[in-house]
Each structure stands twice: as C-alpha cells, then as structure tokens.
C-alpha cells in the first residue's frame, strides 16, 4: 500500500490491488524512530497497515525506500523535511520562452537527481512557440532525454501520459512553464486539483507539512511540487559536485591528478573535453556556478 496524503496527523494509503483508499494513523513507536526529519511517514513510502480493535487503522510498519527528497525545513534549521519517496522518474518541465528556464535551474534539479539515482527526463514545453533547441543540444550532449510537449497543438502529450502511467513520477518547473497545463492536458480532474494547489503556494498559503500524490486516471502516480525554493542536496561536498555531472563525471577518470576538480589543473580530461567540444558550454559553466555557491555556505 501506498501513502498518497500527508497532513502530519492523518495518512491516506491507497491499496493499489483492490483500488481502494484508508484513511490511517500512525502507530506511536514509527513517529519517535522518525524524529531526524520532520515527518517520519511520507508521500510515496510503502506501508503496511492493519486494522485495531477499535475499527481504526494503523501504519505499523515503513518498508526500506528505494529513495527520497529532502528539503530543510528552514534556513536555521537542521532538521530535513522529506518531500517524498520512492520515485520512480523526474520530469523537469522548462520552457524555452514565455518564460525561458534558466539552465543553471535544470542543471541544479539534475544534480539533485543524479545525487539519488531517479532518472531526469526534460519536457520542453510550449513547442507551439519555441521547441528548445538550445536545450536539446545542451540536454542530450549530457545524456538526457528531452521531449517536447504543447497544450496548445498537443504535441507530445499522449507520450508523456503513457510514460506517466509507469510508476510514481515527480514533476517540477518553474512557475509559468506551464506545469499545471501540462498536468490538466493528461488528466483534466487532477490538473484543476494541481492547479489550486499551486494557487495557494504563490500567495504563501502553502505548509511545508503538506504533500500529495495524484493517481492519474491512466494508473500512474505523480507528485507535483511547486515550490522548488530548496529542493536538493542537504549536504554535497565540492569534491563530490562534478560526480553528479555525468557529462563531466565520464573524463574525469583520464585526469592527470585523482581529485582534479576541473578548473585550473593540468592534464585535465574534463577541460580537454569542454575545450573539444563534448562538454556543453552551459553545462560547465553550471558546475562552476554550484561550486562557488556551495563554497561560500561552507562551515
Ligand atoms: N503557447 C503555450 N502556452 C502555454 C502552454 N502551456 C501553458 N501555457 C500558458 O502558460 C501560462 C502558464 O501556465 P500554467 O499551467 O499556469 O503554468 P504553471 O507552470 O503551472 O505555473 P504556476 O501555476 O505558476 O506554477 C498560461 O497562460 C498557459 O495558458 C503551451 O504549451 N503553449
Ligand atoms: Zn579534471
């Protein structure tokens, strides 16, 4: 079974082999073996559940999770927030006008992806007005895949909906890119629900605590998290950085020193490579950026 809702206190679980849905609580012990992060059950983990004496039913017990995403609760705070887990694909939805996505926002989310092993897919949306190329030959040089969808000509739509149907699917974007379209174009009963959801969180309605997972009428899951404002990494070291870089990770084996960070050194395969031309300018320049970020909130 599946938790699909969250509210702190009260977990919907869906049991995907009669379809139906629980409404549980959690037993006492699994909240206290939790309290690292702020919400010991979440969206997406799979559970067991039983029924008491009292006709109530119970989360007795987590299975291990294959991952999860965290995000800090606050700025101040060392306790991480798990947004959900189990998941099976990302799908990063950009567009490349009205507005255009910053590729140091995709490269970042990839990271993110790369860090916990859940494979990135890039949407380009709003084909009718600009397909993306710049994103493609960025995107498919560092080895995603990137497909193009349109809510206005329809364009691309079916295919993401039967990709959806594979699993529990994360979809992020930036405000604007048309998510909510995108989501209502596949399944118009959850993309009005997605929509509000997203209409709270702009006007900061929106509590961290809250999370959900949406069962599409074609079998899959996915999870919409707009608020994208700390998604990520908890901890990432800069040696660590160019290891989910995968277009920058595949030289850096050739490198002349074994913690070359493929910025000043000689005998640099990376550099050789980014020089030759297999190493998108973009890409790079992403990868210095996040090390000079990161550097500077280092203890
Ligand atoms: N031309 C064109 N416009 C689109 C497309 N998809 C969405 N839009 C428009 O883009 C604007 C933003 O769409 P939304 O679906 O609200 O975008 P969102 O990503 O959900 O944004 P938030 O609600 O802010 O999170 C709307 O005016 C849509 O009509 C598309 O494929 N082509
Ligand atoms: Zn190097």
Known sequence: MIVTKSTGSWYTVFDMG??????CRLRGALRLEGRRSTNPVVVGDEVVVEKTAESDYLITSILPRKNYLIRRSTNLSRESHIIAANIDYIYIIVSAEQPRTNPEFIDRVLVTCEAYKIPATIVVNKSDIDSGEEFREIYELAGYEVINTSVKTGEGIEELSSRLRGGLSLLTGNSGVGKSSVINAIDPSIGARVG???HYHRKGMHTTTFSEIFRLSNGGFI?????IKGFGLVDLDNDELARYFPDLSRYAPECGYYNCTHIHEPDCAVMQAFAEGK????????????????GKHRK
């Open 196 to 198: 509000n959801i997203s």
């Open 223 to 227: 999870i919409d998290t707009p608020g």
């Open 18 to 23: 009669s379809g139906e849905e629980f409404r």
């Open 279 to 294: 190493i998108s300018e973009s890409r790079y320049e992403s990868y210095l950026k996040m090390l000079d970020d990161d």
